[in-house]
């Protein structure tokens, strides 16, 4: 197409794509996100309108196109969000939200990484996420992770296409969620790992995040892995072939 000619076309309409779908982040949005939902060592700037680790997160949920996304733990939901909007703007899939509403105050460092009992009434959940317009694309479930794996098949859940791992720190809970969300995944499955780079709670065992990443490393025909050590820090972890559910065992003995 001529210079001039594409000079002259009419710019689109903002927020819009060609087929007239919304698209979310605009600036409006991504303040939105970053007042209400709170990113806690996500290597975000607010006065750059950055969302940091936010952005892949959302970009995952748009290049994956998965149908069910997991969601273990979340502060103010800043992790959720985010990847509800990628669902919402791919006009499919459905995300699942674990976090039994602990309180640094009333439950104790040991159970949460600062968590102010966000997530207890049901009503205000869904009023937080329809700020953003996803509501109706996020499920709750106030309890723990091992309570709900232990009632994942009898929930009807489907299989899970992506997973994001910041519930409990414990070098064990964290084994015992990915362990569990693979069991559930598939080959080509992604599970995000979030706080990979607090290296001081790391040395006095109060997280094993890093820890249980060395252990995945070591199997390389199963898990393929990237870790951005920036903030808190984030790895992604993609599971190479179907066989990798077949050794969780190997895994759980280490």
């Known amino acids: 197409m001529p210079i001039g000619k594409l000079l002259r076309m009419p710019a689109p309409v903002r927020g819009k794509t060609d087929a007239g779908k ?5 600036p409006e949005m991504i303040l939105n996100v970053l007042e209400h939902a709170r990113p806690l060592g996500h290597h975000e700037n607010a006065k750059e309108l950055n ?22 733990g979340s502060g103010f939901g800043f992790s959720v969000t985010c ?38 009434d049901p009503k ?7 700020r953003f317009g996803v509501e109706h694309l996020v499920t709750h479930y106030r309890m723990r992770s091992d309570e709900f794996f232990a009632r994942y098949e009898e929930q009807g859940l489907p299989s899970i296409d992506l997973a994001f791992i910041d519930g409990s720190h414990a070098y064990h809970d964290v084994r015992h969620d990915f362990i569990s969300c693979v069991r559930r995944s598939h080959k080509d499955g992604y599970l995000l790992l979030h ?15 890093k820890r249980w990443l060395k252990t995945i490393e070591r199997k390389k025909s199963l898990f393929e892995l990237v870790d951005f050590p920036f903030a808190s820090g984030l790895a992604i972890v993609r599971v190479l072939n179907d066989e990798a559910c077949e050794c969780l065992e190997s895994l759980q003995a280490e």
Do not use: C
């Open 195 to 209: 706080d990979t780079n607090i290296y001081i709670r790391e040395i006095v065992r109060h997280a094993g995040v």
């Open 51 to 72: 969302l940091g680790f936010g952005f892949l997160y959302y970009g995952l949920v748009r290049t994956l196109r998965p149908k069910h996304v997991v969601v273990i």
């Open 83 to 120: 990847l509800a909007l990628g669902l919402k703007d791919n006009a499919r899939g459905q995300l699942t939200f674990v976090d039994p509403s602990y309180s640094v105050l009333t439950d104790g460092p040991f159970k949460t990484m600062g968590g102010t009992s966000q997530w207890d």
């Open 22 to 26: 919304r698209f979310s982040l605009d």
């Open 124 to 130: 205000k959940v869904e009023t937080h996420f329809a």
